[in-house]
Nanobody
Framework: QVQLVESGGGLVQPGGSLRLSCAAS????????MSWHRQAPGKERELVATISSTGGTTNYADAMKGRFTISRDNDKNTVYLQMNRLKPEDTAVYYC?????????????WGQGTQVTVSS
């Protein structure tokens, strides 16, 4: 079955960096676009960044442009989120998402999330 496993979260000081990973299995990773999302306490889940199946096209939410970089390694079935110049408002649970084409239609899968806390 489809599995998405995030890792790399933790506690970091403002201005610091973290690199999140999302290991995917159970579907043809190289054929699917992937995305990162986040959800802060008391807020709705929001899109952080997306990446095309080949990695050639990326998009970012305005608040992350210039600080975050999404990338992928199709040989390792893994998508990454490099986060630099972190701010306290980046504190959230970060999730990766896959939308998989199935015979029944499009199916959406989420990982379990990884906590990122930015605090001094």
């Amino acid at each position: 079955q489809v599995q998405l496993v995030e890792s790399g979260g933790g506690l970091v000081q403002p201005g610091g960096s973290l690199r999140l990973s999302c290991a995917a299995s159970g579907f043809t990773f190289s054929r699917n676009a992937m995305s990162w999302h986040r959800q802060a306490p008391g807020k709705e889940r929001e899109l952080v960044a997306t990446i095309s199946s080949t990695g050639g096209t990326t998009n970012y939410a305005d608040a992350m442009k210039g600080r975050f970089t999404i990338s992928r390694d199709n040989d390792k079935n893994t998508v990454y989120l490099q986060m630099n110049r972190l701010k306290p408002e980046d504190t959230a649970v970060y999730y990766c998402k896959a939308v998989v084409i199935a015979p029944s239609g499009l199916l959406t899968y989420w990982g379990q999330g990884t906590q990122v806390t930015v605090s001094s």
